[in-house]
């Protein structure tokens, strides 16, 4: 920033886009010194000034000597010392502004951290506009002198002051400007760097996020591969599953041939009948088996199991003698017995003679004379027996309080 003195000191700016920080502050501290000297030429500026006025000052002693001689010269030597007292104090009212446009220039470096281009700009027309006023200040001194020899040359050297103080004037407007685009710059470049800051963040954030969607990505393929070599895993076991099924099935179809109406020759895929197959008749509703030579019904042991003559025909109870009964039996257990030839039944304490009831239909009514196990008449009941009759020993007969057992 330069500072106008009135002597025409012009200021001009150039705005930089953007800065390197650490440039900037220090050519910053190159615009301070830059102003500093500026100062000093402006003050220097002044001083001669003050000389010039001086000048100014005799060489209006000098045309008011020559006033007699010269009537004309007289008045225009006057009208020229009255415009060199006007320029005088002019130039003292231009120092006042340049000291305070100096302050301003100061609050202004400081808020101009990057201003960089400005400030050489600046000080480089600081010194242009400081030749220019130690030779308008040359200039004016030689017009003051002219002024003592001729009235019409002081007049134009008080013109040449009102120049100097109207470009002082400009000056003054030029150094505002250049205070104003200085602090608009710094707060373009703080703005600036915040943007780069906010950018720089913004960017690290992406990067991370790129990283992370990386590193997820690496993942999920080696998810994805993983996942592949088990469902070709799945794949191949279910095909040997799928494979063991229909050997199953078709080893159980070859086995159970399903329903059929009569009794087939062949299995269900055509081969030779094996020992052990199946079928179930829908004409009888049977099942039948193939004994490997034949078919026959499907039957349980009859060692084990109480059959039937048919559907309207008789049980056949398992029968033995009275020593191979069941060894621990349950009540209502029955057999028929072949030692005392008649069916028995087990009715939780003894085995028993099924009998017929009070009526028989043949002549004689016949029973066993030993009594080889214990015996109780039933409470209510009485007993009647043909003797003589033998109780075996450890065997008893128990007689309840009001029943009899007669034996005849």
């Known amino acids: 920033m330069a500072i106008d ?8 700016s150039v705005l930089a886009d953007s800065y390197d920080l650490d440039a900037l502050i220090a050519d910053t501290e190159a615009a301070k010194v830059a102003a500093q000297t500026a100062q000093t030429n402006a003050e220097t500026a002044e001083t001669n000034a003050e000389t010039a006025e001086t000048n100014s000052a005799a060489s209006a002693t000098a045309a008011a000597a020559s006033a007699a001689s010269i009537t004309g010269a007289e008045a225009n030597s006057a009208a020229s010392a009255t415009a060199a007292a006007n320029s005088a104090t002019a130039a003292a009212t231009s120092a ?22 400005n400030a050489e700009t600046a000080e480089t027309n600081a010194t242009t506009q400081a ?3 130690a030779s308008s200040a040359t200039a004016a001194s030689n017009s003051a002198s002219s002024a003592s020899s001729s009235a019409s040359t002081a007049t134009s050297q008080a013109s040449a002051a009102s120049s100097s103080a109207s470009a002082a004037s400009t000056s003054e407007t030029n150094a505002s400007s250049s205070a104003s685009a200085a602090a608009t710059s710094a707060a373009s470049a703080a703005g600036s760097a915040t943007t780069a800051t906010n950018e720089a963040s913004t960017a690290t954030t992406k990067a991370s996020e790129a990283s992370t969607s990386a590193t997820n990505a ?15 895993t799945s794949a191949t076991s279910a095909a040997a599953s799928a494979a063991a099924a229909a050997a199953s099935a078709d080893a159980f179809d070859d086995t159970y041939l399903g329903g059929k109406a009569s009794d087939p020759s ?3 895929d055509g081969d030779a009948l094996t020992e052990g197959d199946m079928y179930f008749n829908t004409t009888s509703d049977r099942m039948k088996v193939y004994t490997g030579s034949a078919w026959t019904e499907v039957s349980v042991d009859p060692s084990t199991v109480v059959t039937k003559t048919s559907a309207t025909g008789s049980g056949a109870l398992p029968a033995g003698t009275t020593a191979q009964r069941d060894g621990s039996p349950s ?16 009715d939780g304490s003894a085995w028993t003679a099924v009998g017929g009831g009070n009526t028989t239909d043949k002549g004689l009514y016949e029973h066993a004379h030993t009594i080889s196990a214990n015996y109780s008449i039933t409470s209510g009941n009485n007993a009647m027996t043909a003797g003589p009759i033998t109780i075996n020993s450890g065997v008893s007969v128990t007689v309840p309080t009001g029943s009899t057992w007669v034996i005849a």
């Open 5 to 12: 003195r009135g002597y025409g000191i012009a200021t001009s």
């Open 96 to 117: 006042t502004s340049a000291q305070t446009a100096q302050t301003a220039a100061e609050t202004a470096e400081t808020n101009a951290e990057t201003a960089e281009t």
């Open 131 to 133: 030749t220019n006023a």
């Open 218 to 232: 690496a993942s999920s393929a080696t998810t994805a591969t993983t996942q592949a070599s088990s469902a070709s």
């Open 266 to 268: 062949v299995d269900n």
């Open 331 to 346: 009540a209502g257990y029955i057999r028929f017995n072949t030692t005392d030839t008649s069916a028995e039944i087990y």
